[in-house]
T-cell receptor, first 114, second 112 residues
């Protein structure tokens, strides 16, 4: 049981390049989330999904797109990377309808945009 | 809307000192409350949780009690170790919800 995995772990992009971050979970969770973490800013929600085939905008969605074609995978895309997107990206997942739905986090992807 | 406020860090303590990290929340309804910990270079992981008023969550020597009257969930540990150096996040999920509201995080440094 691997939990939540993210690939890649590190990436360096040039401004204007595109990339996709992959998140996979093997806990059969309905909900998945993408966050970014910047120094002194805590966690900010980018996009989330409440089930296969659904996505929704979070707090800071601009410049990112997501897809959830399979229940276990949640992809985060950057179509045209900008230096402001330099950050550490975390994927998380959580279970079904419950009032105490803890989130399980991946190890993170450290992205640098030059 | 719902929110979580926790004390600003960094907090620097000597080994075996007593730790308190304050957390207060604003929420309608009856939220569940959580503390997550993030060790250097890793993702967040759940440390402890409490789902109703007066519940005490505990794990690894850490404790926090859900105080509805003061809307607080302060994290405490009687004797910290160097290995407790990490960032601690207070969080809530409101009744019937699924999105977690996180505080800004408090960095703890423990010196040997």
């Amino acid at each position: 049981n691997a939990g939540v995995t993210q690939t890649p772990k590190f990436r360096v992009l040039k401004t204007g390049q595109s990339m996709t971050l992959l998140c996979a979970q093997d806990m059969n969770h309905e909900y998945m989330y993408w966050y970014r973490q910047d120094p002194g800013m805590g966690l900010r929600l980018i996009h989330y999904s409440v089930g296969e085939g659904t996505t929704a905008k979070g707090e800071v969605p601009d410049g990112y797109n997501v897809s959830r074609l399979k229940k276990q995978n949640f992809l985060l895309g950057l179509e045209s990377a900008a230096p402001s997107q330099t950050s550490v990206y975390f994927c998380a997942s959580s279970g079904g309808q419950s009032s105490y739905n803890e989130q399980f986090f991946g190890p993170g992807t450290r992205l640098t945009v030059l | 809307g719902d929110s979580v406020t926790q004390m600003e860090g960094p907090v620097t303590l000597s080994e075996e000192a007593f730790l308190t990290i304050n957390c207060t929340y604003t929420a309608t309804g009856y939220p569940s409350l959580f503390w997550y910990v993030q060790y250097p270079g890793e993702g967040l992981q759940l440390l402890l949780k409490a789902t109703k008023a007066d519940d005490k969550g505990s794990n690894k020597g850490f404790e926090a009690t859900y105080r509805k009257e003061t809307t607080s969930f302060h994290l405490e540990k009687g004797s910290v170790q160097v290995s407790d150096s990490a960032v601690y996040f207070c969080a809530l999920i409101n009744t019937g919800g699924f999105k977690t509201i996180f505080g800004a995080g408090t960095r703890l440094f423990v010196k040997a």
